[in-house]
C-alpha cells in the first residue's frame, strides 16, 4: 500500500505537537502514513525561545505554563521531564496605579473579585469605586446576546475603576490586547456563563470556585505556572528529540500550496515541491493567504488583528539595585504614564534562572496605543524601560546586559465576532481545501497548553481525514 503523507507547516509548538502525536498514533496503529514537518527558519519552537547566557537562564518568548491546563502538564510527563519542571516562587504582585504600587488584592480570579474583604480592604479603589463594584451583587444578568467584550461585560458588573485598575492591566496583558474589544465567547466564555447562571460574577465565583483546602493552600505555595530547569525551550528539545529521523526540515519556508485532484502540491522555499495528500497549517494566520494567495477567502483572516510588542530583559549586579520591592512584579494599569506595561523580577519569580548576587528583569512595552515603540533602536527601548523601572525602584547602575526580542503582528486578537469569524473561514476551508487544517495560536486559544491541545486535536482530525 503506498504510504500517505501529511505535511505540518511549521515547527512551533502547535506544529511540533501536531507531528509528536501523529507519530505517537501512526505507530501505535501501525499505520502507512509519512510526517513531514517544515520549518522556515533555523530553528524549531516559535515563539518559544531560551537562551543561556552568563550562568542566566533568559526567555526571549513566553516564560510559563499554566499548571491548571492539563496538555502541557500530561505532555511533560508523558516525555518524561517530570523531574525537571519547576514553579514559579510566589511572592506578592503588584499593580502601578496612580505612580504608585499597591498590592494586589487576593481572592480574585483572572482579577475578577471572588471574595469581598480583600477588595473592600484594598487602597486601590475609591469608596465609590468599590461600591459601583458591588452592584454586580444586585444588577439582573444582562440579555443573551452572541458575543460582547469582554470590557463590556466587566464595566457594566463592576464599573470602570474595578476594570481599569485591576481586571484590564491583567486580561490585556495576557493578550498584549485590548479588553474592550476582546470577544467574551473567544477568551473568556466562562464569565458569559457565571452571569447567565448565577445573575452575578462574584456569586457564580464563590460558587463555582471551592474554597481551598488545606492540601490545596499548600500546593498554592508552590505557584500555579511551571517551566522547566533549563528553560520552556526543553520542551521543544524533547519533542524534537521524539520525532523519528527525518520528521524536520528546517531553512525551507512553504512559499505557496497547490490543491491538486489528489492532495496538495507544497512548493518550498528551496525549489523543491513536497506531495502530500493532507495538510496542517500552523503558520500564523496573517502568513496564510500568502502560501495559498488564489483562494480569496482566505483574505478573511487579515480581519483578525495582530498587535505588536518587545520584551526586554535585563541582567543586573544585586548591588545595582539599591530600592528593591518585596515581590515578584507589577502590571501597569492603562490610564499611567508609563511605556512599560509590565515588569517581572524574574530573578524572584524563577530562582533557577538567576545566579547568585545577580538580579533579572523583564518587561514589556507595546501598548495598543504604543505599537510603534517596536520600531525604536534596542538602545531607545532599553532606555525607556530603565526610565520606567526609576520611577518605582532606585537602581544605581546600567544593566550587565539587555536583550531586546520584537513580536511584530505577532499576538493574534480575538476581537468581538472571531469565533462566527474563524467558523465561516474554517467552513469555506472545508469545502474548497478538504484536507488542509488551520490550527494554531491565531483560531482557539493562544496559551501554550492550548496550543499543545490543538496539535494534538489537529493530528485526530488529519488521521480520519485520511481514513475516510
Ligand atoms: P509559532 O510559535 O508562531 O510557530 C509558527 C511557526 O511557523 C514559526 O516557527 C514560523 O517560523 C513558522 N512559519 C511561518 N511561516 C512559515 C512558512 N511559510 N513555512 C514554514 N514555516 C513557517 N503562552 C503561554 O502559555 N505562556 C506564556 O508565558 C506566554 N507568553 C508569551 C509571550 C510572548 C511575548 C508571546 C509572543 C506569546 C506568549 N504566549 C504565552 C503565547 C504562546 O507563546 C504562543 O501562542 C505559542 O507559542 C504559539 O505557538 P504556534 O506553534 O501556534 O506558533
Known amino acids: 500500500m503506498e504510504r500517505k503523507k501529511i505535511a505540518i507547516v511549521g515547527g512551533g509548538i502547535t506544529g511540533l505537537s501536531a507531528a509528536y502525536y501523529l507519530q505517537k498514533q501512526i505507530k501505535a496503529s501501525q499505520l502507512a502514513v509519512e510526517v513531514q514537518l517544515v520549518e522556515a527558519s533555523d530553528r524549531l519552537g516559535g515563539r518559544i ?8 537562564t533568559i526567555e526571549r518568548g513566553p516564560d510559563s505554563l499554566l499548571a491548571r491546563k492539563p496538555e502541557a502538564m500530561g505532555l511533560a510527563k508523558e516525555l518524561g521531564l517530570e523531574e525537571e519542571i519547576v514553579y514559579n516562587g510566589t511572592g506578592q504582585s ?10 494586589m488584592p ?3 480570579f483572572m482579577g475578577v473579585p471572588k471574595e469581598l474583604k480583600p477588595l473592600l480592604a484594598s487602597n486601590v479603589f475609591s469608596l465609590k469605586g468599590k461600591l459601583r463594584a458591588l452592584w454586580d451583587l444586585v444588577l439582573p444578568k444582562s440579555k443573551e446576546i452572541d458575543d460582547q467584550s469582554v470590557g463590556t461585560l466587566m464595566r457594566h458588573r463592576f464599573g470602570n475603576e474595578l476594570v481599569d485598575y485591576q481586571i484590564d492591566p491583567l486580561l490585556s496583558g495576557i493578550h498584549s490586547g485590548d479588553i474592550d474589544q ?7 466564555p466562562m464569565f458569559h456563563r457565571l452571569e447567565q447562571e448565577h445573575g452575578s460574577l462574584i456569586k457564580g465565583l464563590q460558587k463555582t470556585m471551592s474554597k481551598p483546602t488545606k492540601k490545596a493552600k499548600e500546593k498554592k505555595t508552590q505557584g500555579m505556572f511551571f517551566s522547566f530547569e533549563n528553560g520552556l525551550e526543553t520542551l521543544i528539545e524533547r519533542l524534537e528529540e521524539k520525532l523519528a529521523d527525518g520528521t524536520v526540515r528546517m531553512n525551507t ?35 496564510v493567504p500568502k502560501m495559498l494567495s488564489q ?4 483574505k478573511k483572516l487579515y480581519d483578525i488583528p495582530a498587535t505588536s510588542t518587545a520584551n526586554v530583559v535585563l541582567g543586573f549586579d544585586q548591588s545595582a539595585i539599591k ?5 515578584t512584579g507589577f502590571l501597569v494599569s492603562r490610564s499611567e504614564k508609563y511605556r512599560i506595561t509590565a515588569c517581572t523580577w524574574t530573578h524572584r519569580k524563577w530562582p533557577n534562572t538567576t545566579p547568585e548576587g545577580k538580579a533579572l528583569f523583564r518587561l514589556y512595552v507595546g501598548k495598543p496605543d504604543d505599537q510603534d515603540i517596536v520600531n525604536l533602536s534596542d538602545e531607545e527601548i532599553t532606555d525607556i524601560v530603565l526610565r520606567d523601572m526609576n520611577k518605582t525602584m532606585k537602581i544605581k547602575a546600567k544593566p550587565e546586559f539587555s536583550i531586546i526580542t520584537r513580536f511584530k503582528e505577532a499576538r493574534p ?18 469545502r474548497e481545501l478538504p484536507g488542509l487544517f488551520l490550527t494554531g495560536s491565531s483560531y482557539d486559544g493562544v496559551g501554550i497548553p492550548d496550543c499543545i491541545g490543538h496539535g494534538r486535536n489537529s493530528a485526530e482530525e488529519v488521521l480520519a481525514f485520511l481514513n475516510k
Do not use: C, W
Open 182 to 188: 476582546m470577544s467574551l465567547q473567544a477568551t473568556y
Open 106 to 108: 487576593k481572592g480574585a
Open 323 to 327: 530600592k528593591d520591592i518585596d515581590g
Open 295 to 298: 483562494y480569496d477567502f482566505l
Open 253 to 287: 519556508a512553504v512559499d505557496h500550496i497547490e490543491k491538486k485532484e489528489h492532495g496538495y502540491h507544497l512548493l518550498l522555499s528551496n525549489g523543491e515541491v513536497y506531495r502530500a495528500d493532507a495538510v496542517i497549517m500552523t503558520a500564523p494566520h496573517n502568513k
Open 49 to 56: 525561545h531560551t537562551i543561556k547566557k552568563d550562568g542566566f
Open 413 to 430: 486578537q480575538y476581537h468581538v465576532g472571531h469565533l462566527e469569524r474563524v467558523a465561516e473561514i474554517r467552513a469555506n476551508a472545508a
Open 94 to 103: 503588584y499593580i502601578l496605579v496612580k505612580n504608585k504600587l499597591h498590592k
